[in-house]
């Protein structure tokens, strides 16, 4: 018997519009957090280095929650560590997770390493993650140019 309907997996439409949802609830999410300037209680360049050192663990969801946070808080000092990940670390998720924080910074450095994995990426997802990103996205100037 044949079935007729939908494709197993995302098309590539499902997946675009997938990533924007995502950056969309991602930026409203940020955007909804207290400026972190307000409060003086914290120390936050402990707190960034605590962070990079979170981002190095051995364990993925540590790294992954790691770079939730850097986003939120816009830790700019773990720029550098997120594109690292972005580049070198074995697991695509992982990947995804630094494209999406760095995409919530607006530093040409990391939207030219976010350009450069949707071109170079030996993922196919990943490399679609960071086009989608890069796409939906409200600075559409090319850092690569």
Same mark, same amino acid.
């Given at each position: %018997?044949?079935?007729? $309907?939908?494709?197993? $997996?995302? &098309?590539?439409?499902? @997946?675009?519009? *997938?990533?924007?949802?995502?950056?969309?609830? @991602?930026?409203?999410?940020?955007?909804?957090?207290?400026?972190?300037?307000?409060?003086? !209680?914290?120390?936050?360049?402990?707190?960034?280095?605590?962070?990079?050192?979170?981002?190095?663990?051995?364990?993925?969801?540590?790294?992954?929650?790691?770079?939730?946070?850097?986003?939120?808080?816009?830790?700019?000092?773990?720029?550098?560590?997120?594109?690292?990940?972005?580049? &070198?670390?074995?697991?695509? /998720?992982?990947? %995804?997770?630094?494209?999406?924080?760095?995409? /919530? @910074?607006?530093? $040409? &450095?990391?939207?030219?390493?976010?350009?450069?994995?949707?071109?170079?990426? $030996? !993922?196919?997802? *990943? /490399?679609? @993650?960071?086009?989608?990103?890069?796409?939906? !996205?409200?600075?559409?100037?090319?850092?690569?140019?």
């Amino acid at each position: %018997m044949r079935r007729y $309907g939908m494709k197993k $997996g995302l &098309t590539t439409n499902g @997946f675009v519009a *997938v990533v924007a949802a995502t950056v969309i609830a @991602f930026t409203s999410a940020v955007a909804s957090q207290p400026v972190i300037s307000k409060n003086q !209680s914290i120390d936050w360049k402990k707190a960034e280095a605590n962070y990079i050192v979170a981002l190095n663990s051995d364990n993925l969801g540590i790294r992954q929650s790691a770079a939730t946070y850097v986003a939120e808080y816009q830790l700019k000092g773990a720029v550098e560590p997120l594109i690292q990940l972005l580049k &070198t670390d074995k697991a695509e /998720s992982m990947r %995804m997770a630094a494209a999406l924080a760095l995409v /919530s @910074f607006d530093n $040409g &450095t990391a939207r030219a390493a976010l350009e450069e994995a949707a071109l170079y990426d $030996g !993922s196919d997802k *990943v /490399s679609k @993650f960071c086009q989608a990103l890069l796409e939906a !996205s409200p600075n559409k100037i090319s850092a690569l140019e």
